[in-house]
C-alpha cells in the first residue's frame, strides 16, 4: 500500500501514532524517502525479525537499483559493518568479533559500571541536578573511549565531532557534516596509529592484533570499525540514558521506587529493560536493499529498491507478546549489540 501519513515529515508528537498504523493492513507500506527515491516500509514484530535476519536483505549501498546515496562518507568511514554485506561483511566481523568475546563481557560491564558512579558520585547533594550534562552526556565517550582505548585528553573532541552528524544541517553541501567527517577520520586515524606504537587492553588493541590465518584489518576496516563504535555509542547512548530516567523518574516514579528497594536484585534491571523498549530512540534500522524480489505479507518488493524497517512498531506491537525487544536491533549488522545493552 502506499503510506498516507509519511514517517520522515512527522512531528515529534505523531511519531508514536506514525509507527503504530505501519503496523496496519498489510505492514508494508511504499512511499518516498525526501530526496524522492521510493521506500518500503515494513511494520510489525514478526516482518520487522524476520526481514532483521533474512540473508537476502543487503547493507551494501551497491545493492542499490535506485541509486541510493546515504551520507557521502569519506570511504575509511563508509566501510563499516553496517554498510557492508556478503563476504566482506562476514570477514571483517569474522576478525572484529574478538574484541566482544564473552571473556570481556565481565570487563566491559565493570567499565561503564564505574564510569557511572563516578559521574553520580560528582553531582551535587543537594539542589538542582541538571542530568544531561552531569550524567547522559559524558557517560558515554567515558565508556566508549576507555573500551577503544581512545586518548582521555581527546575524548571531548570526539564527542564534539560526533555530534553534528545525528544534527539537521540545512546547508546546501552539509558543511557541518563534512567538516565533522573530517574531524572524525584524522582522531580516528590517530588513535589507530598510537596504538600500533603502544597496544592495551583495549578493543582498538585487539582489533589491529586479530589474525585469521595470514589476513588480518586493513587500516581503512579498523578506521570504520572505530567510527561505528563511536558513532553509535556516543549520541544514541547519550539520549536513550536520557529518556530512560526521564520515563523512570517522571512516569514511573512508583515502580521504580519499588524496583530499587526490592529485595530482588534482578527487578531494577528488569524496569530499566521495560523502559528501554517503550522509549528507544532509534525508530527505524538502517535501510536494506533486497537481492532478489521478496514478498513481505503478500506485497512484492523489487530487487534493490529501498527497504526501512520499523523498530518501534516492532517494539510496541501486541503480537510481540514476550519475546525479545528490538531496542539493539537483530542479526548479523550488530555486532555492537551486547556491548550497547
Known sequence: MTSSLCPFAAGTHAVGRIHDRLRQDTGVHRDELPDGSPVWII????????????H????????STTNFRGQNLPRALDMNLLNIDGEQHRRVRRLATTAFAPEHHAAHKRVAGDAAKRLIAGLPASGELDLMSGLCEPLPPRVIGTLLGLPVDKLDR????????????????GYAIQGALGAMLMLVAGAINE?????????????????????????EELISLAFATIIGGFE??????????????????TETRLAVDSADSGSLPKLVREIISDVAPVN???????????????ITIPRGETVILSLRSANTDPARGARPDLAFGRGRHFLHRRLAR
Request: proline letters at 4%.
Open 195 to 219: 596504538k600500533r606504537q603502544h597496544p592495551g587492553d583495549d578493543m582498538l588493541s585487539r582489533w589491529i592484533a586479530a589474525r585469521d590465518g595470514e589476513d588480518c584489518l586493513s587500516e
Open 236 to 253: 544514541n547512548v547519550t539520549a536513550l540514558t536520557a529518556l530512560v530516567i526521564d520515563e523512570a523518574v517522571r512516569f514511573r516514579s
Open 56 to 63: 537476502r536483505m543487503s547493507a551494501a549501498k551497491s545493492d
Open 158 to 173: 570526539f564527542q564534539t565531532a560526533a555530534r553534528p552528524m545525528f544534527a539537521i544541517d540545512p546547508s546546501e553541501e
Open 284 to 298: 527505524y534500522a538502517l535501510r536494506r536493499f533486497p537481492v532478489e524480489d521478496i514478498a513481505v505479507n503478500g
Open 43 to 54: 511494520g510489525g514484530y514478526d516482518a520487522v525479525t524476520n526481514l532483521l535476519a533474512d
